[in-house]
């Protein structure tokens, strides 16, 4: 049987008939990391590949390693037709439209538990590309919200960025969806794979600063309500292992999945997603037929979140689970008692007039930094 690899993408030959589970055994593979598919169907751990058959095994978490519990029932929880996605951590497996259905009401109880928008409020929903966001878009639009879509060309990579953005504008179209495109190049006269070739700063955190800076610029300027991202339980449990190994109490303390505009210029902000796990989202995409982009961004590597995420999935594929009892815990124990540590006084930056907690934020910083060095390079 011919099983296509993904990341980088390889073909490799499997003698069958075998079993889903088996297959990812041989190949030393965690299931709780991928999604294996068949012409376009979600197939479970308990499904039989004929010889014939070419699979395709698809990555769904950045990074991951180890091996996966035992297979789960294959029959859908809720009506007990044939499952189609196994969700270890609520020891369950849904059929398609089950698991959309459990995927939209995580998605609604997040918006309620924290107040997030109402159908009234405009939203800007930052776009990737990628899985997250493209659901998290689609989901918004199903029920009726007001949301715009907001994609930014990093560039950290040529092929990344316009597959990315091509992605963005392909789902927008197909939805008749408004999408606001920043080129970073363009508009901001830098690049990311210019600040990780110069190797004066770590790429993923400008990256993160600029994405930050720019969504919050873009929402204020143009009166959005709510400020939207597609951070998933995987993204906020390996945020929050990081600042805890660290002891980093004041990111502790930020790290709601609904964060209160606090000043005029900065915007309120909000992750419905946070109750979804990534390989969730990712069947979630698939089985609605939205393209994503399913390559990770070229400058991965230096991400170290992705550390924090394969640990999690270590311990998640043993005890189905783990992610969501350390972040929900979090936040129903933990993020109260840390309500003080996040009373910081906000000013206008003296360059750009966003907010700060110091005289010139830290994006404009930066962005000086940037210039003084390409000025450097043009005297010399
Ligand atoms: P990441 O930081 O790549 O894990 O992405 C987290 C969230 O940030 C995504 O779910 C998006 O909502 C948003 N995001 C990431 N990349 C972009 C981008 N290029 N343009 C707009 N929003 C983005
Ligand atoms: Fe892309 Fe860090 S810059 S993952
Ligand atoms: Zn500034």
Redesign the pocket.
């Known amino acids: 049987m011919k099983v296509k690899l993904r990341n980088p993408t390889r073909e490799v030959e499997v003698p069958g008939p075998t079993s889903v589970r088996i297959l990812l055994e041989r190949l030393q593979i965690n299931p709780e990391t991928v999604l294996v598919i068949r012409e376009a169907d979600l197939l479970t751990r308990e499904e039989r590949l004929a010889d014939s058959d070419e699979v395709e095994i698809r990555p769904v978490i950045s990074g991951g390693a180890g091996r996966g519990p035992a297979g789960v029932a294959a029959k859908c929880k809720r009506c007990r037709a044939p499952a189609k996605v196994e969700v270890a951590r609520a020891n369950a497996a849904f059929c398609a439209d089950c698991f959309l259905r459990y995927v939209r009401n995580q998605m609604t109880k997040a918006i309620d538990d924290h107040e997030m928008f109402t159908k009234e409020d405009r939203l800007l929903?930052?776009?990737?590309?990628?899985k997250?966001?493209l659901a998290?878009w689609d989901m918004l639009l199903d029920m009726g919200y007001d949301a715009t879509g907001?994609?930014?060309?990093?560039w950290t990579g040529e092929e990344y960025a316009n597959e990315?953005r091509a992605m963005?504008e392909k789902y927008a179209a197909g939805r008749g969806a408004t999408l606001i495109v920043t080129d970073l190049k363009d508009d901001e006269g830098f690049t990311i794979e210019q600040i990780a070739r110069e190797g004066r700063r770590v790429p993923c955190s400008v990256?993160?600063l600029t994405?930050r800076y720019l969504?919050n610029l873009q929402a204020t300027r143009e009166g959005y309500d709510v400020l939207?991202?597609?951070?998933?339980l995987d993204?906020e449990a390996a945020t929050l292992l990081g600042n805890t190994l660290h002891w980093q109490t004041e990111y502790i303390a930020r790290q709601s999945p609904a964060l209160p505009s606090t000043h005029a210029k900065l915007s309120k902000k909000v992750k419905p997603?946070y109750r979804v796990s990534e390989r969730e989202t990712a069947a979630y995409a698939i089985l609605r037929g939205i393209d994503y982009i399913v390559e990770e961004?070229p400058l991965v590597a230096g991400n170290t979140?992705l550390r924090y995420k394969d640990a999690l999935n270590l311990m998640e594929a043993r005890s189905p689970g783990t992610k969501q009892q350390f972040f929900f815990g979090y936040l129903d124990k933990v993020a109260p008692l840390f309500a003080s540590e996040d009373k910081v006084e906000l000013r206008a930056c003296t360059e750009c007039g966003q907010s700060t907690t110091g005289d010139v934020c830290a994006y404009c910083r930066a962005k000086k930094q940037l210039r003084a060095k390409a000025g450097r390079k043009g005297a010399s």
Not at 125 to 130: D, I, L, Q
């Open positions: 929903v930052c776009v990737s590309g990628g997250d966001s998290l907001y994609h930014i060309v990093l990315s963005c990256c993160g994405k969504s939207v991202t597609g951070h998933n993204d997603l961004c979140a």
